[in-house]
């Protein structure tokens, strides 16, 4: 079946480093893509997303890389800080209405080295 | 913004009772998801509502699991009667209509 997956189950940066997240997706009808960021005891937070007609979309000290051809997706994150320590996931919808499901990746941890 | 608003936050009790989750959704928010999140299985979606209407609730395991929203501001998950292998975290999302989903900060239930 269709499936949203992560290449890199952990991830170690250097504070201070740019991180870059990788997630590799398998349905070419998706239209929607989004990442979403979980700490600890909370509920996944959303960080930023991008539609399938672009190839690039940029936040604040987040960057999100959409290669429809080889269907992967990454999320950087520029000066990586300790506050970023935590499991993201890549998420992808057949759509942009709310309507269509949302496919939620396996996560990715990232841990900050001081 | 008060943001989605879960409770109870922890949840613990013994296998073969009811057991009721709630949420609260961000106020003018017209879609409403409830998730359930373990480590063997990530984030799995159990049903969803579009202005209080369900729409689709083919995630939910099985009919010891029921969900309702009785009016915008407030959705109850039930499971009755609960089973250890329901303990998980479980999530309410809710969104405007091409937004992304905003979720609340989740219920651990533990089912012994």
């Known amino acids: 079946g269709e499936s949203v997956g992560l290449h890199l189950p952990t991830l170690s940066v250097q504070e201070g480093d740019n991180s870059i997240i990788n997630c590799a997706y398998s349905?070419?009808?998706?239209?929607?893509f989004i990442w979403y960021k979980q700490e600890s005891g909370k509920g996944p937070q959303f960080i930023i997303d991008i539609r399938s007609n672009m190839d690039k979309r940029q936040g604040q000290r987040v960057t999100v890389l959409l290669n429809k051809t080889v269907k992967h997706l990454s999320l950087q994150i520029a000066a990586t800080q300790p506050g970023d320590s935590a499991v993201y996931f890549c998420a992808e919808r057949p759509g942009y209405s709310s309507a269509s499901k949302i496919i939620f990746g396996s996560g990715t941890r990232l841990s900050i080295r001081p | 913004d008060a943001g989605v608003i879960q409770s109870p936050r922890h949840e613990v009790t013994e296998m073969g009772q009811e057991v009721t989750l709630r949420c609260k959704p961000i106020s003018g928010h017209d879609y409403l998801f409830w998730y359930r999140q373990t480590m063997m299985r990530g984030l799995e979606l159990l049903i969803y509502?579009?202005?209080?209407?369900?729409?689709?609730d083919s995630g939910m395991p099985e009919d010891r699991f029921s969900a309702k929203m009785p009016n915008a501001s407030f959705s109850t998950l039930k499971i009755q009667p609960s089973e250890p292998r329901d303990s998980a975290v479980y999530f309410c999302?809710?969104?405007?209509?091409?937004?992304?989903?905003?979720f609340g900060d989740g219920t651990r239930l533990s089912i012994l």
């Open positions: 349905n070419s009808a998706s239209d929607y």
């Open positions: 509502f579009n202005n209080n209407v369900p729409i689709d």
């Open positions: 999302a809710s969104t405007l209509d091409g937004q992304p989903q905003h």
